[in-house]
């Protein structure tokens, strides 16, 4: 194989999270005195850090922003990180990925210790070397998280490093940091092919499976 890390994102490429944040994120609009969330504006609050999305679909400052995420992450910590599902094969990519002996790894911009405890709910933290998220300020961007993975796993060799996500974020995190990208469209940020070229990267994939073939994996029997 060509690469022997592969950092994955968390939200729209490993599960697919999108009613515990749609319904949160609505729940605390309505709390802070914001109108409902349409649909959409509901679904632009999957990927990108929540403190952006407060401001831009609700019109918050920074600070009433910040107090909104609060609220946000308490109701996800309660009942966000249930409301989610594994995307099919996840399970059977990543035992093939360590059958390999790849090094595995997230990097995603949901806080660190509720990615730990979703992953954990869903048994797949056993299938990961290290796995960051952001800390309680959202000082951290996708590329510094991507940074962080690789220093602890110990990678130096940036060629042999490719990260798999489904936003803009995503790919953009991959170039400053100049590893290479692998954009998913059965997520939430890229909504075709077409789309996802518009971003550097060296696959686009349409499913789970598709990455069997690019990584030439042997397909395992579905858990």
Do not use: W
């Not at 946000?72 to 594994?86: L, N, T």
């Not at 995307?87 to 059958?99: N, R």
């Amino acid at each position: 194989m060509k690469y022997s890390t592969i950092i994955f994102d968390l939200d729209g490429t490993l599960l697919d999270t999108a009613q515990g944040i749609m319904i949160g994120a609505n729940h605390t609009a309505i709390l802070m005195g914001a109108p409902e969330l349409t649909v959409q504006q509901q679904r632009r609050f999957i990927g990108p850090p929540p403190v952006e999305s407060f401001m831009r679909e609700c019109g918050f400052n920074e600070e009433k922003a910040r107090e909104a995420v609060k609220i946000y992450r308490s109701r996800y910590k309660e009942k966000g990180k249930f409301e989610a599902k594994q995307y099919s094969y996840i399970k059977e990519l990543l035992f093939s990925l360590k059958e390999k002996k790849c090094n595995t790894a997230v990097a995603t911009l949901k806080r660190d210790d509720l990615a730990k405890e979703i992953l954990e709910n869903f048994e797949l933290s056993k299938h990961f070397d290290v796995i960051f998220g952001v800390d309680d300020a959202d000082t951290l961007s996708k590329s510094d998280l991507i940074l962080m993975c690789l220093e602890e796993i110990g990678q130096n060799d940036l060629s042999k490093v490719v990260l798999i996500g489904d936003s803009m974020h995503d790919a953009i995190g991959a170039e400053k940091v100049g590893i290479d990208f692998i954009a998913v469209t059965y997520g939430y940020g890229f909504e075709s092919k077409v789309d996802a070229d518009k971003c550097k990267n060296v696959y686009v994939t349409e499913s789970v499976e598709e990455l069997f073939d690019f990584f030439e994996l042997k397909q395992k029997i579905k858990y």
